[in-house]
């Protein structure tokens, strides 16, 4: 028997209650969002060291072995930390809402799925203070570099890899779990919001590619602390057999990062142009389509290891094909606006960004699928902007549309308009003074991840680091927004925020209470 008496459970109030230990999935898609955020600008301060560095040419600020680190942590941590989180957030938020289920089909699970994520991002973060200091073999840790030639802290990296993927994993099978079974009563499949079936197909993807990369770092580890040959030719091993592996994780793992966007403009769009989405069926076809093709283009990211020229046509051609349905988008979101009765509120500005952005870097895309042209571009500063293109004026412009669109919502109160909409075109304007420059980089042949550079490429390094401190830069006045949302300060949100988009989608039900338990509903 307790001092408290045999029957008085001791349960934790207040703050660690609500937070802490809470199964609500409002209140994890909060946490997910607010730690991504933290992530998103840590991994900034990551590039922006980088861009310190490659002001000028010459070795300034910083050695080359702390540069390499900052570029493999700033993609880990962009990658694992920032978008992937943000998009498991807003699932979390607007999923049961889209599909009127009181709660994510696991809660409990959802929890332990947040909760592993702050633990292993501080311990990668701590790698960098290890003797010999963080991992510093690039965000893709190819062999040899990352089995021989690495630090000793490529074992926390290794651990805090493994559990990224297995908060992925648990959060994927929580969203179909989720869609499958807690769907209202007449909520057919193809009935469901566009968001709803970009997260269904994304969390098939994650469930199939991240024991991928839990056996690219496990051999990985063996073969640097235990003897193993997975990756070393002397040993009757492969290094090219690593490539082979971590791409067919990694090309997928790209279209886990951009098919959510899919979802969150395919709502903006039809709500700020008064009309319903243009092609709903293809839309949904063409997401499954992009998502079964990305399994079969993973070693165009590979052309220059000296692959059978059979081998290269075949990823060339499925390369150009996935690039159809991603078409298929664009023209769908194009013809929703189409003589709709648009206006530009902020989200519906970022939209617009994002679908014009994003097609220029499907474009470079496109030209990088094209085999003989990429022995020209592999490793240059022009892969660096084509994918920047796709996640930050792609998936990063999408979660900044997506938080804007449903803030007031989530809040209550409605966002700074005006300091919103400073924040959009500071974003805008200086994302593309970031990243456009690059490609001229990148074809007079600039190599990536390099700290020194010749001479003639300095005025437009200066010119792409002026852009990056002004992008991030941009990004505290998002945080101001946020800030003053989350404090409340701001004309109470009407029940219809966006008054007169007359396309949304769904309609908020009223919230479940905290911490209850409701039965799924009957599925028809």
């Known amino acids: 028997m307790t001092e408290h008496g045999p029957h008085h459970d001791h349960k934790p109030s207040g703050f660690m209650a609500r937070w802490v230990l809470t199964t609500n999935h409002k209140d994890i898609g909060s946490l997910y969002l607010l730690f991504s955020f933290a992530m998103f600008l840590t991994g900034g301060a990551m590039a922006m060291v980088i861009r310190a560095e490659l002001f000028q040419p010459g070795l300034q600020l910083i050695e080359p072995n702390f540069f390499n680190q900052m570029t493999t942590v700033h993609g880990l941590i962009m990658v694992f930390g920032a978008v992937m989180p943000a998009f498991v957030g807003l699932a979390n938020w607007m999923l049961p809402v889209m599909i009127g289920a009181p709660d994510m089909a696991l809660p409990r699970m959802n929890n332990w799925s947040f909760w592993i994520l702050p633990f292993a991002f501080t311990m990668m973060l701590m790698s960098l203070f290890m003797e010999g200091g963080g991992p510093n073999f690039g965000w893709t840790f190819y062999a040899p570099l990352s089995t021989k030639y690495s630090p000793d802290s490529t074992a926390v990296f290794v651990f805090a890899v493994h559990l990224m993927g297995i908060s992925s994993i648990m959060g994927a099978i929580n969203v179909i779990v989720t869609i499958v079974n807690l769907r209202a009563p007449g909520m057919t499949m193809m009935k469901l919001p566009l ?226 909409k400073l924040h959009f075109w500071c974003s805008l304007i200086s994302v593309n003074v970031l990243f456009f420059p690059m490609h001229f980089l990148g074809l007079a042949g600039m190599p990536r991840r390099i700290p020194d550079y010749a001479l003639q490429f300095a005025n437009v390094n200066a010119i792409v680091s002026i852009g990056g401190f002004a992008f991030g830069l941009s990004q505290l006045i998002f945080l101001v927004v946020v800030i003053k949302c989350m404090r409340g300060k701001g004309e109470k949100a009407p029940d219809k925020p966006w008054e007169g988009a007359e396309g949304l989608e769904w309609e908020m039900p009223s919230p479940a209470p905290y911490h209850t338990h409701l039965t799924p509903p009957e599925i028809k």
């Open 195 to 420: 968001f709803v079936w970009t997260w269904l197909i994304t969390a098939f993807l994650l469930i199939a590619v991240m024991p991928v990369l839990a056996g690219a770092v496990t051999m990985v580890l063996t073969d640097k602390y235990f003897g193993t040959s997975f990756f070393d030719a002397a040993g009757g091993g492969d290094p090219v057999m690593f490539q082979h592996i971590f791409w067919f994780f990694g090309h997928p793992e790209v279209y886990i990062m951009i098919l959510p966007s899919f979802g969150i403009i395919s709502a903006i769009v039809p709500a700020f142009s008064r009309k319903p989405l243009f092609g709903y069926a293809s839309m949904v076809y063409a997401t499954a389509s992009i998502a079964g093709l990305s399994f079969l283009v993973w070693a165009h990211h590979m052309f220059t290891t000296g692959m059978p020229v059979a081998a290269e046509l075949f990823f060339m051609y499925c390369t150009m094909l996935i690039s159809v349905p991603t078409g298929v988008k664009v023209f769908n979101w194009v013809a929703t606006m189409w003589r709709g009765s648009l206006t530009f509120e902020v989200p519906m500005l970022f939209a617009i960004a994002f679908i014009v952005l994003f097609t220029i870097g499907g474009f470079s895309g496109l030209m990088l699928a094209i085999t003989p042209v990429d022995f020209q571009y592999h490793d240059t500063y022009f892969v660096v902007a084509h994918f920047h293109y796709v996640l930050v004026s792609g998936a990063i412009f999408s979660i900044m549309a997506a938080s804007y669109y449903w803030l007031p919502k989530w809040t209550g109160v409605m966002f700074d308009e005006g300091l919103a």
